[in-house]
């Protein structure tokens, strides 16, 4: 019997379900291994070779015609942020199996043999994607995080670095999402092209100003750093948007020194972060943002890189063959980057990658609001067998 995408997210959806209707699944939990068992009987069904490993992975095989080609790759997570949504990751892990459920249908071996992730740990616990990155061998051996975290789970370090697979045998790997954005659902688009998983540039900012009593210095005479600091971020966001649209800049956390109600702050620190697909334009962004600083008054800023992480690029031809079958199948599309990180960047460093984003209602994720209709559900999965077929007729 065919299954469609609705019927397997509903069996999820009986798992981790809070009062309040949002879910919990965090990384390693019963509820997380209870969605692993019902996403075990849908690959049963399929007749896929199922295993699971330490980092708390599933993974079902299913062989193709000829075992001497490449495998073709789908997946996501089936872990879930503290009271989160429905669909965040088990929508592509549900719709990648919905979409071998229909090529069966058809009646449609393919020859290339497909393979099914449910990965664990893609949220923020153990530093996030951490299931993927655990096979893709992207988890350092003297990553602190792990060595603290890992053993709450009841496993090793070494038994985490051992998932790592081989990938001289992938073809591709493809990653069915929601948006976790609005712009699918406000503009009434089908489908999301990914063009690629934007990179994280961060600095360390201070504001070096003076500490000085706040009722008997005259505002004239002041060097406030979290008036100079507060500035520069309304500069930073300006420039942001003049640059790049498609660049985000955030300012989410501050500390003022001393801290005190009434003592004007001599030292602010933040921390500046900005997503791009690509380097040049959050360069561009940050030289801006340094040449803007000596205009402000009263006090003077130092900038410090903190932390860089690239970005992804999906596959032009993988791009193409997306946007081919969303217009076969008469979908609207755009070409859009991911400005969250998916499963689908740790396979990116190592295999060509595809993923393919429906609307989010009012771009609402990672809380029960977090809605996708079933209809762009099954769009979704439609867009995924028919890749699925494209891919099958190359090597
Ligand atoms: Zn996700």
New binding site residues.
């Given amino acids: 019997m065919a299954k469609d995408v609705v019927e397997i997210l509903k069996e999820i959806g009986k798992v981790g379900l809070n009062a309040d209707g949002s879910y919990t699944r965090n990384a390693y939990s019963k509820e997380f291994f209870q969605a692993v068992d019902v996403i075990k009987g849908f690959m049963q069904e399929l007749g896929m070779k199922i295993t699971t490993d330490a980092a708390g992975n599933v993974l079902g095989v299913l062989p193709g015609n000829k075992p001497e080609l490449k495998h073709i790759i789908m997946g996501?997570?089936l872990d879930t942020v503290e009271k989160g949504g429905l669909y965040?990751?088990a929508y592509g892990v549900t719709g990648a199996l919905a979409a071998l459920f229909a090529l069966k249908e058809k009646n449609i071996k393919l020859n290339h043999t497909v393979e099914v992730y449910g990965f664990n740990g893609?949220e923020d616990a153990l530093g996030g994607t951490f299931g993927s990155r655990a096979v893709t061998g992207l988890i350092a051996a003297d990553n602190k995080l792990l060595n603290e975290g890992i053993q709450t789970y009841g496993h090793t370090v070494e038994e985490i670095l051992a998932c790592k697979r081989d990938l001289k045998n992938a073809k591709c790997y493809l990653e069915l999402?929601i948006e976790q954005g609005e712009r699918l659902d406000e503009k009434k688009i089908n489908i999301g092209v990914v063009s690629g998983i934007v990179g994280i540039v961060r600095y360390k900012v201070v504001a070096h100003g003076t500490s000085n009593h706040a009722g008997s210095t005259q505002m004239f005479r002041r060097k406030d750093a979290l008036v100079g600091m507060s500035k520069l971020i309304v500069k930073g966001n300006e420039l942001c948007k003049k640059i790049d649209p498609d660049m985000v800049f955030t300012v989410g956390t501050i500390t003022c020194a001393p801290g005190a109600k009434n003592v004007i702050p001599g030292r602010v620190e933040c921390c500046f972060e900005m997503r791009q697909l690509e380097k040049a334009k959050t360069d561009a962004l940050i030289a801006a943002i340094k040449a803007a600083a000596p205009e402000i008054p009263d006090c003077d800023f130092t900038f410090e890189p903190e932390m860089y992480a690239p970005g992804v690029l999906c596959n032009p031809k993988i791009m193409e063959t997306l946007q081919t079958v969303a217009k076969t199948n008469s979908l609207s599309y755009v070409v859009m980057p991911s400005g969250?990180g998916?499963d689908a960047e740790s396979m990116g460093h190592h295999i060509p990658i595809g993923m393919i984003f429906v609307p989010s209602k009012d771009g609402f994720s990672h809380c029960k609001e977090e809605w996708t209709s079933d209809k762009d559900l099954q769009n979704g999965v439609k867009v995924m067998s028919g890749a699925l077929e494209l891919l099958d007729k190359e090597a």
């Fill in positions: 996501s997570h965040d990751g893609e999402h969250a998916h």
